[in-house]
């Protein structure tokens, strides 16, 4: 059985991820490593990635673009994979912040949080393609009226949020790259 292994920025895409995955696929087991920031991700996923050693794993390292290039951080984070001298590894980074996949279902969020009457702005121009805004996080905050809170909202909205929605294309791809490492198994 493959062994998927996701190392995250920070606890909310732990807690995101943990609930997700089992959505996504019952033929593997996983563990999310957290980080604490981008910063503590990029000095320690070496170490991290190249010392564990469960047999039949694929590592999936996550962070979120924030104001980056994200050619460059992708290319930062596959180059220090590959130093490990493990192969069985790709890169994913949430386009601008891990909310902009939660913003691209606004059904999930109203559902996760109870909070009526957000679903049917789906449709404004912001919310079509969540990854062009700027700051996802504060977006999420101001529509929720400060009802979203980053770790115990993202574990509500893993049960709710639509897998097949590609809204979010760097959600969309994510989710498509754990169904295909999760079939190759």
Not at 116 to 128: E, F, M, P, V, W
Request: glycine content about 4%; overall charge positive; hydrophobic content about 35%.
């Amino acid at each position: 059985m493959m062994h998927l292994v996701f190392f995250v920025e920070e606890l909310s895409a732990k807690e995101f991820i943990d609930k997700l995955i089992p959505r996504i696929s019952t033929e593997v087991t996983f563990k999310t490593i957290p980080f604490n920031g981008k910063q503590d991700l990029e000095k320690n996923l070496f170490k991290k990635m190249k010392y564990y050693l469960v047999s039949n794993s694929y590592f999936f390292v996550v962070r979120d673009q924030d104001s980056g290039d994200c050619i460059k951080i992708k290319q930062n984070l596959s180059d220090i994979c590959r130093e490990t001298g493990k192969q069985d590894y790709i890169v994913r980074i949430a386009c601008r912040e891990l909310e902009s996949w939660y913003l691209a279902d606004l059904s999930a969020v109203e559902n996760a949080l109870d909070i009526k009457g957000i679903a049917k702005l789906q449709n404004k121009s912001q919310y079509r393609q969540p990854d062009n805004l700027e700051n996802p996080s504060k977006e999420l905050e101001t529509l929720t009226k400060g009802q979203y809170q980053k770790v115990s909202g993202s574990r509500k909205i893993a049960d709710f949020i639509d897998l097949n929605n590609n809204r979010s294309k760097s959600f969309y791809h994510f989710v498509q790259a754990v169904r295909r490492i999760s079939t190759a198994s």
